[in-house]
């Protein structure tokens, strides 16, 4: 690691209290395993990640670290190279609103730096706001493409009942992100009350909003949550399809959509 990015990352994990390293034994794997099911309660059948791909991604010069707490894992992150010298993110998985997911990112970005890699990229669902604000703003990442029920049928807790659209991130490790416009705006997506309205695009600049809480809303009124799923699709993933970037997100949480 290049003593500034791999400073960064010692800086980030000591504040949360962790310690970040690279996993190599079977049994390390399995306790990454268990971590996965404890966030994201899985059908058996659809498992964030076996833990021979984890073997099999280490084995072959692949991203496979865990976050430590004394001895108790609390973070993972598993990811694969991909082309043009780039690290695909597959899973990452921590405690929220404690840090470690953060501590865990510079990590990983520290370890492609080391290695010549350029980009790192993973996909979000569109509809977590805490998750866009975090790729985001917290490590300026930007989505570049919106996939379409990119996983489709996706059983877990957090997933179930809804389509698996996503965003695909890409944090350029040797370029700062896109400033975003101030403006002026019209706004694509508004909330109102539970539920989004379709609003104006004929702008230069465009807002998209999100929900407060998708999670919440798939088990309390999934009708809303559906209606969130295809409003954000046609405006986010229609606007992106046509050209327009997203430079940003707002404290409102709203995606930032420019025209090229």
Not at 66 to 85: C, I, M, N, T
Request: proline share 6%; net charge negative.
């Amino acid at each position: 690691m290049t003593s500034a990015e791999a400073a960064a990352a010692r800086e980030a994990a000591e504040k949360t209290g962790v310690t970040i390293r690279e996993l190599r034994d079977i049994h390390e794997f399995q306790d990454v395993y268990r971590l996965y099911d404890d966030i994201w309660h899985p059908d058996p059948r659809n498992a964030p990640v076996p833990v021979e791909l984890m073997i099999g991604f280490a084995h072959t010069g692949g991203y496979v670290a865990g976050a430590y707490e004394g001895d108790r894992l609390v973070g993972a992150s598993v990811g694969f190279l991909a082309a043009d010298r780039t690290l695909h993110s597959h899973v990452t998985g921590a405690a929220i609103g404690r840090g470690i997911g953060y501590a865990l990112k510079l990590h990983q970005r520290a370890w492609c730096v080391a290695r010549g890699l350029v980009r790192i990229t993973w996909t979000f669902d569109p509809l977590v706001r805490r998750n866009a604000r975090f790729n985001l703003t917290k490590l300026g990442a930007r989505p570049e493409r919106y996939l379409e029920d990119f996983y489709g049928v996706m059983a877990d807790a957090i997933n179930e009942g809804d389509a698996s659209d996503r965003l695909l991130a890409v944090w350029r490790l040797t370029e700062p992100p896109p400033e975003p416009s101030a403006g002026p705006f019209t706004r694509g997506v508004e909330v109102s009350g539970a539920r989004p309205v379709i609003g104006r695009v004929d702008g230069p600049v465009v807002l998209v909003g999100t929900p407060y809480d998708i999670e919440t809303l798939r088990r309390e009124d999934p009708g809303a949550a559906q209606a969130w799923r295809l409003a954000v699709r046609e405006v986010l993933g229609g606007l992106m399809g046509s050209g327009a970037r997203v430079t940003g997100f707002t404290e409102e949480g709203e995606y930032v959509l420019e025209k090229r």
